[in-house]
């Protein structure tokens, strides 16, 4: 038996009870948490915006640790070794999984969603959704790997195609994502304009690396006048508050990729310039375990380091998740064990 956090209702913050502990089955590795990120994807979850979520269920997908014990079909990891893992379970046989874009696969299973996921201490995890975390990097940054930085370097460097010397805009750039895109984009050798609607958060923003700081409405123009004529690659973070600025902000030819969608509305798209400009726009979904070693190569270098916003108790949950929406915390909320 465990402490755990469990979400029964929609729309109700989860609440502490003890589990019981699930059987290790021959493919499952049972790691032991140190801490988990607290994600606006568990909000939105909970009040009802994800598809396929199975009550009751324990929240949470950002899963690292050191393994505990392997099933008897483990050959990848052994106890004691550190790993991180995706937040989801691909299926290994389909022609995204066999491609290297398994954050695609139609058949994946994710933490947290459809099945229990990572508010608690000891959880079973699939070997196939696990990367091993080299030494030198700590167990927050090891956290955030698959679901903020490997997410990230998955929109910015993969999808976006954001190579040194180009210029990148983050909007929401003081969250729990933003705050860590502004150092990847920098750490791709960008040259970095990060967004925030909270002035108190443009101090901090560009204490992470940005290079210039924008905010208030029709902040497009500003990044213009910053950039000259536009930035190569937006990282929409946010959604349909900030979209059309960050769209307008592209120069000829620029790539906006889209991560974040926290009030699901609906946004409206000027075609003429989309089609005159040459645009693109892409949607970025989570990482592989290509980008989270890429992301956790970035951690051990020291290019980019976790940005604690607040660290929770595993029975303040719900305290965490209102501090989030209420957009009071300066990058990444965490449970700590
Ligand atoms: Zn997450
Ligand atoms: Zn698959």
New binding site residues.
Partial sequence: MQKAAVLSKLKEYPQVRELEDEPLRDNEVLIEQSETGICYRDILTMEGFLPRVVLPMVPGHEISGTVKRVGSAVTQFKEGDRVASLIYV?????E??TSGR?NL????RTFGESMNGAYRKYLNVPEISLVKVPSGVSPEAAAISACVTGMVVQALEVVGGLRAGQTALITGAGGGVGSHAVQIAKALGARVIGETSSEWKKEGIQKVGADSVVSGQDFSKKVKEISGDGVDVALETVGSPTFNDAFRSLKYGGRLVVIGNVDVNPVSLPLGNLILKGNTIAGSVSSTKATMNKALKLSKEGKIAPVVGRVFSIDDVAEAYKAMKNRELFGKAFIKF
């Fill in positions: 691909p299926c290994g046989t389909c995204y999984c398994e696969c139609r058949n994946k």
